[in-house]
């Protein structure tokens, strides 16, 4: 006598609904047991097929948009509440903040609610990349900053009249401390004094 393949299915639901406690107890253990080993398999797998994987996904978002938009209503929420995926979107975050497209979009999403114009991306990324990476008022590098106890860990765009636009000819780049001190009261030539004399110091005492 021959046994289908549906009476196999059939037979198999029917053990595992008698058994279903048991079943979950034993694999909750299992896999508790065998975390650290198949995390680095799939470390290993995605190292070796990267390609393929992101090839993969990107034509699975194309096709399927709707199951995509659907599964973000269900856990989207929940997925980001969870510790390892919360640090790790903050992490990249934080990384892309530094970066001159991150900047970029920093400052434009503050222009768009104050109604202030602003370079175009291409020529902001190029402006700034050419820039050397120091406060133009008080001289302190980036790295310093990045490697000091302050809050901030990067350098800030500055305008030069503090009430006209994000244009190449109305910016610098300076350190949070200047940027916050100049403000809009203090004019351009006094800036570069107090940078110079006071708060040159100030950074040699956070660094």
């Known amino acids: 006598m021959t046994y289908s393949r549906e009476y196999f299915n059939k037979k198999a639901r029917?053990?595992?609904?008698?058994?279903?406690?048991e079943i979950n107890r034993k694999s909750k253990i299992?896999?508790?047991?065998?975390?650290?080993?198949?995390?680095?398999?799939?470390?290993k797998y995605a190292a070796l097929h990267r390609v393929e994987i992101l090839a993969y996904q990107k034509e699975y978002k194309k096709n399927n948009p709707n199951k995509i938009k659907e599964w973000k209503k269900k856990n989207w929420k929940s997925y980001l509440a969870r510790p390892e995926v919360h640090q790790r979107i903050k992490l990249k975050r934080n990384k892309w903040m530094k970066t001159a497209k991150g900047?970029?979009?920093?400052?434009?999403?503050?222009?768009?609610?104050?109604?202030?114009?602003?370079?175009s991306q291409n020529k902001f990324i190029e402006w700034y990349n050419a820039q050397i990476k120091e406060c133009f008022y008080c001289g302190i590098s980036e790295a310093k900053i990045a490697s000091s106890n302050f809050r901030i860990k990067r350098l800030t765009i500055d305008k030069i009249?503090?009430?006209?636009?994000?244009?190449?000819?109305?910016?610098?780049?300076?350190?949070p401390i200047c940027n916050?001190?100049?403000?809009?009261?203090?004019?351009?030539?006094?800036?570069?004094?107090?940078?110079?004399?006071?708060?040159?110091?100030?950074?040699?005492?956070?660094?």
């Open 161 to 175: 009249n503090p009430f006209g636009a994000y244009l190449i000819d109305n910016m610098r780049l300076a350190c």
């Open 30 to 43: 299992y896999y508790s047991k065998t975390r650290e080993e198949r995390l680095k398999k799939q470390k």
């Open 103 to 119: 900047i970029y979009c920093t400052i434009k999403a503050r222009c768009r609610s104050k109604i202030i114009e602003i370079e």
């Open 180 to 207: 916050w001190t100049k403000s809009n009261y203090i004019t351009y030539d006094q800036m570069i004094e107090i940078g110079k004399c006071c708060i040159n110091k100030l950074w040699k005492k956070l660094a």
């Open 14 to 21: 029917e053990y595992y609904q008698r058994n279903k406690d």
